[in-house]
């Protein structure tokens, strides 16, 4: 069971807005620096090429790895798939797990690795039974819409999990220390969207009206997946992730001021706890439609802003401080461009990004039937990537400004 404790008060549904442990430290606010100043060397450290530019220090070129980069459109997964057709043994199973988050690495070489699971694999562990059906996809039989219903949650129970922390162990070891463990979560608002209206939704009607006509219901759910959420990573970094993303992947289908009312909070929660016990670790933040809210996203406490494929690389850089980095955003569908048009779109958008603080990535997961040979292209291409070839002209005029 969790090492730490949790009720749900629905008196006070402030009480989960000021928890002790959610609240006892501000997010770590990383020095100002500037997104266009090149040092003359690479930063020395011994973590992986995608942490060092997580954290902001110089790189020789940015890393990268793609969402969902493990998965059905590989031909040894779709093999595997066919032995093993259930989705949940094939990311609850350890074996499979590790088989599965390698095939890509030993296929293309990313600079991270990301482990095979989902975002729902930590409800069963705080009272939230699931099951995956292929034509419907996640089914909530019961559905979390009232108090009583709240009554069925418990603290999350990191022994039913204990297949997602061996998997990470390892991993790390089979990896090395060149290439970047990844774990990966959901976050409260996106984990709500499915536990409120027991499934996939296209319209979120259930859980947006709940915001008004139930908000005390909503805000202790939220409240307690923030708490059980900033745990389950915990457990995860000490299995051996060396960077946490964070999904906030229905976050995009609320009007701005209200993410900022019904996900935000919940999100800033999450990073203030994973930052009190784990401040080393990079957290990264993704919003699938995030146009609208990339200033909002800003002051959350992460490490790193993931912008999809309808942001600019250049206006985003602009809209977002200097202290803060960013990953993407290549549009997933130029993986079915010819090879030449997909290096120059890997170059337009790393030169956008700028030289430091940037993680090349997809704006969203590899699609569905996606060429292989385009996703080892991708990943040639941006090992063969210098930063100091790429902004030759702006490391002369710095140098002549210092002369």
Aim: charge should be neutral; glycine fraction near 8%.
């Amino acid at each position: 069971m969790s090492s730490l404790s949790f009720s749900i008060d629905l008196s006070s549904s402030s009480s989960f807005l000021h928890s002790n442990f959610l609240q006892a430290h501000r997010p770590r606010r990383l020095p100002k620096r500037s997104n266009w100043v090149l040092s003359p060397r690479a930063a020395l450290s011994s973590d992986p090429l995608l942490v060092q530019a997580a954290k902001g220090n110089k790189t020789l070129r940015p890393p990268a790895w793609m969402m969902r980069q493990a998965g059905r459109y590989m031909a040894a997964y779709k093999k595997l798939a066919e032995k093993h057709p259930s989705f949940r043994e094939r990311s609850e199973t350890v074996d499979l797990i590790v088989e599965i988050s390698l095939q890509p690495w030993r296929a293309f070489g990313p600079d991270g690795v990301i482990i095979f699971s989902d975002i729902l694999t930590p409800l069963p562990a705080i009272g939230v039974p699931f099951d995956i059906s292929d034509a419907k996809g996640p089914i909530i039989q019961s559905p979390v819409r009232s108090e009583a219903h709240l009554k069925s949650l418990h603290p999350i129970d990191l022994d039913k999990l204990q297949f997602v922390g061996e998997s990470l162990r390892i991993l790390r070891g089979e990896i090395g220390e060149r290439t970047a463990l990844l774990g990966f979560v959901g976050a409260p608002w996106t984990i709500a969207t499915y536990v409120v209206e027991g499934g996939s939704t296209s319209t979120y009607t259930t859980i947006k009206r709940m915001c008004y006509t139930a908000p005390h219901v909503l805000r202790a759910l939220l409240s307690h997946l923030a708490q059980a959420i900033s745990e389950y990573i915990i457990f995860q970094i000490n299995s051996g992730a060396q960077c946490i993303q964070i999904f906030d992947s229905w976050g995009g289908q609320l009007p701005p001021n209200v993410w900022e009312s019904w996900s935000k909070p919940y999100i800033k929660q999450i990073v203030s706890a994973v930052k009190k016990e784990c401040p080393h670790i990079p957290l990264v933040l993704y919003i699938n439609g995030n146009g609208g809210l990339l200033e909002r996203m800003e002051d959350t406490g992460v490490d790193v802003i993931g912008l999809d494929w309808t942001v600019d690389m250049a206006d985003g850089r602009r809209r977002l401080s200097s202290k803060i980095g960013v990953q993407g955003n290549v549009d997933p569908a130029y993986l079915f461009s010819p090879l030449p048009v997909l290096t120059d779109e890997i170059h337009r958008v790393v030169k956008s990004a700028g030289p430091r603080g940037h993680i090349l990535n997809l704006g969203h997961g590899v699609l569905v039937n996606t060429p292989e040979e385009a996703v080892k292209h991708f990943f040639d291409v941006t090992r063969g990537l210098r930063y100091d070839t790429l902004f030759e002209d702006c490391k002369s005029e710095e140098l002549e400004t210092v002369a």
